[in-house]
């Protein structure tokens, strides 16, 4: 199944929630999702960049859902996630934070908008599953 | 009562969207209820007009082809019904809690449904915004339509499309649940749907689509205002659910003007509205007759009529509405139809 409206960013959410000073994606989407009588888990999966891909985050619709600019979205969740065109190109990007930070598994999660099972994974094998 | 035809409006949504121009989309519905009507041009005197240089003429033309596009319009007395009507039931139903009456407008098409149930809307809300005017959480009203051959869910999706609420993969349940939530938390008072004669109570998918709108009228503490073209004689009223639906909404049926002294000052009322250099005042209700011959009455009709007729006549430099000019107007079918039989039926007494 695809998302019939996948090309066009969505309209904005009837219930505006500005973002509170401490939100990260992950709460921020939760505050969001329950103000629009929404589940949390249903507005992640829908804000997925491909509908199989649960890894990526298309930050550009969440500020659509929003009603926010990008950039002031961005200001104002603390450690937004970088908008990543595919999962290489985010496998890549974990790699080198690793390498070059040496965080934890948690923090690299919530820097790169993914999760701690995948960031392990990542570490783990050079051919993770794509 | 002077109102504002539907029109597409100036962008102030997303771009890329083209939601500001539905009203099927909150913010197509903002747009429509926050525009105000364009202020007449000033005719400029005949020879300063004639003197015009090309780039001020353009300028000076285009302004008002964009005026004719969105003429006003005279209220008819049948708005003006529907308007009161409509007010009095949300004050009556604003503290109930249960049993809460409807409105169903009917008629046939052309007959200005969709713009009074518009009209009133944009009244209900502005009144709405003015006792809330800091909350942009707030939507007073919901304006939907029913789609063809719709089904239960579909109805509910037109609800979610309307807030803006995603809906794919979503099953009717939660997407009913998400409308009535954010319908409730949301402060929504009117409930517009349009074009309930798509629901066919004689089919099983259709006594489906009346349920879930029953179901939005229980659940959603507001005033149902239904239009549709028809619809006591499409059998909107028959049946258990019919009469169900009956007895909770008043009816008012639209239909077309009679060619009397009403239809005459419509006709000059709307011509007071146009911004011709050489129109000749009076022309328009000296032709009331050939107006009605050629629209059936329908002032849906009569206002593509004469608006049509007022941009080519500011397109072909003539300036002014003649019947010779109405005569190259090609309008809706239904009411050419009208014109040719009855043309062929004097032709043949």
């Known amino acids: 199944v695809t998302h019939p409206d996948r090309e066009n960013p969505p309209r904005p959410l009837p219930i505006h929630v500005p973002p509170d000073p401490g939100d990260s ?42 009603d926010t600019p990008v950039v002031h979205l961005r200001q104002a969740l603390s450690h937004p996630p970088p908008d990543y065109p595919d999962r290489p190109t985010l496998f890549a990007a974990i790699r080198a934070d690793a390498r070059a930070n040496t965080p934890t598994i948690a923090a690299l999660a919530e820097r790169h908008g993914t999760q701690n099972y995948l960031v392990r994974l990542v570490l783990k094998s050079p051919n993770p599953p794509t | 009562v002077v109102t504002t035809l539907l029109s597409p409006g100036p962008a102030t949504g997303r771009p890329n969207h083209g939601d500001h121009r539905l009203l099927t989309t909150l913010q197509g519905w903002r747009a429509f209820t926050t525009r105000t009507a364009a202020p007449a041009p000033d005719l400029l005197p005949r020879q300063r007009w004639a003197d015009l240089p090309s780039p001020e003429r353009d300028a000076y033309d285009d302004d008002r082809i964009a005026y004719h596009v969105r003429l006003p319009m005279v209220g008819t007395p049948a708005l003006q019904k529907i308007v009161a009507t ?84 979503l099953n009717i349940t939660y997407v009913i ?48 205002v239904l239009a549709g073209i028809d619809v006591a004689r499409n059998g909107l009223f028959t049946g258990t659910r019919g009469q169900q639906i009956a007895g909770r909404h008043n ?36 032709h009331s007759s050939y107006l009605h011959e050629r629209t059936a009455g329908m ?27 109405m005569q190259q107007i090609a309008i809706d079918h239904a009411a050419e139809t009208a014109h040719r039989t009855r043309r062929s039926a004097s032709a043949g007494r």
Not at chain 1, 31 to 38: E, F, I, P
């Open chain 1, 25 to 66: 994606v992950t709460t921020y989407i939760r505050r969001l999702a329950r103000a629009n009588h929404l589940r949390p888990a249903y507005l992640r999966h829908y804000l997925n960049r491909i509908p199989s891909d649960r890894h990526t985050l298309r930050f550009d619709w969440l500020a659509a859902l929003a």
């Open chain 2, 86 to 169: 409509a007010g009095q039931l949300v004050e009556l139903n604003q503290d109930a809690s249960s049993g809460r009456r409807g409105l169903i407008v009917s008629g046939p098409a052309g007959t200005g449904k969709t713009t009074a149930i518009t009209m009133f809307g944009k009244t209900h809300e502005a009144r709405d915004r003015r006792g809330h005017p800091d909350n942009r959480n707030r939507i007073p009203v919901i304006y939907v339509t029913v789609p063809p051959a719709a089904t239960p869910r579909m109805l509910a999706v037109e609800f979610a499309r309307f807030l803006g609420l995603p809906h794919t993969r």
């Open chain 2, 177 to 224: 649940e998400a409308v009535v939530g954010v319908a409730v938390d949301a402060g929504v008072s009117l409930v517009c749907v349009d074009e309930i004669h798509n629901l066919t109570l004689a089919t099983r998918t259709g006594g489906e689509v009346s349920d879930t709108l029953k179901y939005f009228t229980e659940r959603i503490p507001a005033t149902f």
């Open chain 2, 251 to 286: 009816l008012i049926e639209t239909a077309p003007f009679d060619d009397n002294s009403e239809w005459k000052r419509l006709a000059a009322s709307l011509e007071e509205t146009l911004r011709l250099q050489h129109h000749a005042p009076g022309t328009l209700a000296r």
């Open chain 2, 299 to 325: 002032i849906g009709s009569l206002s593509h009529l004469i608006r049509a007729a007022a941009i080519r006549a500011i397109k072909d430099g003539t300036e002014k509405i003649t019947k010779k000019t």
